[in-house]
């Protein structure tokens, strides 16, 4: 009979094991939540901004609205899908469908892969500019007024453009890596152009996310650029910066690109109501997004729109049906820790003004950054 191993060594190993950690766990309790305090940085509850003031949307067919930009009361929206552009104007509490131009096509005036419209100098028209670099430029009214050909720095996706004064252009982007310490990386990057976008050189750039997605997301502002008539804002609404810049004709480049980092933040303070509102709602909704999506205060949101007033940097993102909650940028991040994926819908902010449109009810929400002392 080959005799039984004892288990008492085992069995007491066990309970000292047990015991071990019965004594450390106080210790490795208060050790985490002394780092979870460090972590913690006191802020204000974001401001809201309440009852969005939704307007029908009338005479407008609209597809897949990729940019927009203002000039005096009328919306100017670029439709990818459709390739034309949608001009809006104010009519009775809501906004009309003025006039659309634009066409598919590779002619004067057609459009193939628009990807960013912006106004140009003065109101003069706008511009639209295409993923390969190509530039049209069309009065308020669709003449064209030329066609101009840019000299793309990157691979990009979801460009953004603007004007400056005389020669002076600028262009925004989420650039592909080209290699070295970046190559994993998949950075937004701001340059600026003399000769009328014959080259370009870059000014800035912020870390957006990871070519394996183990972090950052795109699901954030759909255009890097938000343009004024004198200035222009250049954030991801990911980083802990913005780059405010003034259009001048012979405005000197940085000494050295400015580098952004993520935006990042635990917030001491509870959730807004609306937020904490729509966190119950997405998981009674379920899906695999709903839960992490709206953590808090473990989880950033991803802003979608970023916006100038009463010199700040604000950064917009609808949390909502009817409310948009407001941050201030920069100054209170801390580390990665998550983003919150977007509401669906188009939201985005340029010329002082924030525009949200609600496809599945054909409505439309205008609103400006707030102007807090």
Same mark, same amino acid.
């Given at each position: 009979?080959?005799?039984?191993?004892? @288990?008492?060594?085992?069995?007491?190993?066990?309970?000292?094991?047990?015991a071990?950690?019965?004594?450390?766990?106080?210790?490795l309790?208060?050790?985490?939540?002394?780092?979870?305090?460090a972590a913690? @940085?006191?802020?204000?509850?974001?401001?809201?901004?309440?009852?969005?003031a939704?307007t029908?949307?009338?005479?407008?067919e609209?597809?897949? =609205?990729e940019?927009?930009?203002?000039? *005096?009361d009328?919306?100017?929206?670029?439709?990818?899908?459709?390739?034309? =552009?949608?001009?809006?104007?104010?009519?009775?509490g809501g906004?009309? &469908?003025?006039?659309t131009?634009?066409?598919?096509?590779?002619?004067?005036?057609?459009?193939r @892969?628009?990807?960013?419209?912006?106004?140009?100098?003065? !109101?003069? &028209? =706008?511009? =639209?500019l295409?993923? +390969? !670099?190509?530039?049209?430029?069309?009065?308020?009214?669709?003449?064209?007024l030329g066609?101009?050909?840019?000299?793309?720095?990157?691979v990009?996706f979801?460009p953004?453009?603007?004007?400056?004064?005389g020669?002076?252009?600028?262009?925004?982007?989420n650039?592909?890596p080209? *290699?070295g310490?970046?190559?994993?990386t998949?950075?937004?990057?701001?340059?600026? /152009?003399s000769?009328?976008?014959? /080259?370009?050189?870059?000014?800035?750039?912020a870390?957006?996310?990871?070519?394996?997605?183990?972090? !950052?997301?795109?699901?954030?502002?759909?255009?890097?650029l938000? +343009?004024?008539?004198? /200035?222009?804002l250049? /954030?991801?609404?990911?980083?802990?910066?913005?780059?405010?810049?003034?259009?001048?004709?012979h405005?000197?480049?940085?000494?050295?690109?400015a580098?952004?980092?993520?935006?990042?933040?635990?917030?001491?303070?509870?959730?807004?109501?609306?937020?904490?509102?729509e966190r119950?709602?997405? @998981?009674?909704?379920?899906?695999?997004?709903?839960?992490?999506?709206? +953590?808090?205060?473990?989880?950033?949101?991803a802003?979608? !729109?970023?916006?100038s007033?009463?010199d700040?940097?604000?950064?917009?993102r609808p949390?909502s *049906?009817?409310?948009?909650?407001?941050?201030?940028?920069?100054?209170?991040?801390?580390?990665?820790?998550?983003l919150?994926a977007p509401?669906?819908?188009?939201?985005?902010?340029?010329?002082?003004?924030?525009?949200?449109i609600d496809?599945?009810?054909?409505?439309?929400?205008?609103?400006?950054?707030?102007h807090?002392?």
């Open positions: 009979m080959t005799p039984q191993r004892s @288990r008492a060594p085992g069995l007491r190993a066990g309970l000292a094991l047990v071990m950690l019965a004594i450390a766990t106080p210790f309790a208060h050790e985490r939540a002394t780092r979870r305090s913690l @940085r006191t802020y204000t509850p974001p401001p809201l901004r309440p009852r969005l939704w029908p949307l009338r005479d407008a609209l597809g897949d =609205i940019d927009f930009t203002r000039i *005096g009328r919306l100017y929206l670029l439709d990818r899908q459709l390739r034309q =552009i949608v001009v809006l104007r104010p009519d009775s906004w009309r &469908g003025e006039r131009f634009g066409r598919p096509g590779d002619g004067p005036g057609e459009l @892969r628009p990807a960013a419209i912006t106004a140009l100098p003065a !109101g003069a &028209g =706008i511009a =639209i295409e993923v +390969d !670099g190509r530039v049209t430029r069309f009065s308020p009214l669709g003449t064209v066609v101009d050909r840019w000299s793309m720095p990157c990009a979801e953004a453009l603007a004007f400056g004064p020669h002076r252009r600028f262009l925004a982007a650039c592909h080209t *290699g310490a970046d190559r994993d998949i950075h937004a990057r701001l340059f600026t /152009s000769n009328a976008g014959a /080259s370009f050189h870059e000014i800035a750039r870390p957006r996310m990871a070519t394996d997605l183990s972090w !950052g997301t795109t699901f954030s502002t759909e255009h890097l938000s +343009d004024s008539e004198d /200035s222009l250049f /954030s991801t609404g990911l980083d802990g910066c913005a780059v405010t810049l003034r259009k001048t004709p405005s000197s480049p940085l000494a050295a690109p580098r952004c980092t993520l935006a990042d933040t635990r917030f001491s303070a509870p959730p807004p109501a609306a937020f904490a509102a119950r709602k997405a @998981r009674r909704r379920g899906g695999p997004r709903a839960a992490p999506a709206f +953590d808090w205060p473990d989880t950033l949101p802003f979608l !729109g970023a916006a007033a009463a700040t940097t604000w950064l917009v949390v *049906g009817d409310t948009v909650v407001v941050v201030p940028a920069g100054g209170f991040h801390e580390r990665t820790i998550g919150v509401l669906d819908g188009f939201v985005a902010c340029t010329r002082g003004t924030c525009l949200w496809h599945e009810r054909s409505r439309i929400a205008v609103f400006a950054p707030p807090l002392p």
